[in-house]
């Protein structure tokens, strides 16, 4: 669906994301232990200290609360425009692409509200910092190439098959010979996607890094903001021609996957979406403990 190649923010966009959503168990843990947590997870990027763990902590829970009063409301509403062909039962794979569409300007706004906070912290870095940090996303990648692109093309497709249907269980339950056959042939389709999405994802980090290295510069928060916020000007020419044609074979694949729903996945399906609406409206933006 959407293709994120920003790693440091990601960690902390994920991780506001989960304030929300985890409610679908919990519905105070995200947004109660969001600083901690992102406090523990920026220690995989880059060593802070103390100053800078406080700092980011206090930003965090002020994103926090943006996203909870801001964002937040507009969920209810979103989720339904996203559940209604769902639970029809034979959405079309153009409702599914509109349904992609109305959750790009949620995340724009997310990113956007989030690149000064970036911005800052880098900022604050000092050079050594700056190279760990460096290290680190260049370790990362070398992990995502032996990972997705170093395995055999059959390799690459059945592991793929089985995080869409890992996915896919909690919502629909276990998934039927026929639809475990269906992704089977989307997986196929999708040979040699995993190496242009990591060269993309190479060309992004490079530009990261080339922006990293200029941070004195007066235009370093114009730059990190685009470097999130404008996707489309860090695509290569390959992942270019590849994205449309990728929303559209995935858009396919579901739709069909969900035509071919049990009545007790539909039933499980509807159960799991109504749990989200009810723990979402319980999320009390009021409190800040």
Request: proline share 4%; aromatic share 6%; charged share 25%.
């Amino acid at each position: 669906m959407l293709s994120l190649h920003k790693p440091l923010a990601w960690a902390l966009i994920s991780l506001l994301l989960a304030g929300t959503l985890s409610a679908c168990s919990t519905t105070r843990l995200g947004y109660n232990n969001l600083p901690w947590l992102v406090s523990w997870k920026s220690r995989d990027y880059v060593p802070l200290t103390r100053e800078q763990r406080s700092w980011l902590r206090e930003q965090v829970a002020l994103q926090r609360d943006w996203h909870c009063q801001q964002e937040l409301p507009r969920y209810p509403a979103l989720l339904d425009q996203l559940a209604t062909p769902l639970l029809n039962g034979n959405p079309s794979a153009k409702t599914l692409l509109s349904s992609r569409d109305q959750l790009e300007p949620t995340l724009d706004r997310l990113l956007t509200n989030l690149a000064p906070t970036l911005a800052e912290l880098l900022q604050q870095l000092d050079d050594d910092q700056i190279a760990a940090l460096q290290q680190n996303l260049n370790e990362q990648q070398q992990e995502l190439y032996e990972t997705y692109v170093a395995p055999d093309a059959a390799t690459q497709a059945s592991e793929r098959q089985e995080r869409l249907e890992r996915r896919l269980r909690p919502w629909i339950g276990r998934l039927q010979t026929e639809q475990q056959t269906r992704i089977a042939e989307w997986s196929a389709q999708l040979e040699g996607q995993n190496a242009i999405w990591l060269d993309n994802r190479s060309y992004w980090l490079d530009a990261f890094n080339a922006t990293l290295n200029a941070r004195e510069q007066t235009d370093f928060n114009a730059r990190i903001k685009r470097l999130l916020t404008d996707r489309e000007s860090y695509w290569t020419e390959s992942f270019r021609q590849r994205t449309e044609i990728n929303s559209q074979l995935a858009a396919e694949m579901l739709s069909d996957v969900v035509a071919l729903n049990s009545s007790s996945q539909n039933d499980r399906l509807r159960q799991r979406l109504d749990r989200l609406q009810a723990d979402i409206a319980r999320i009390d933006c009021s409190d800040s403990n």
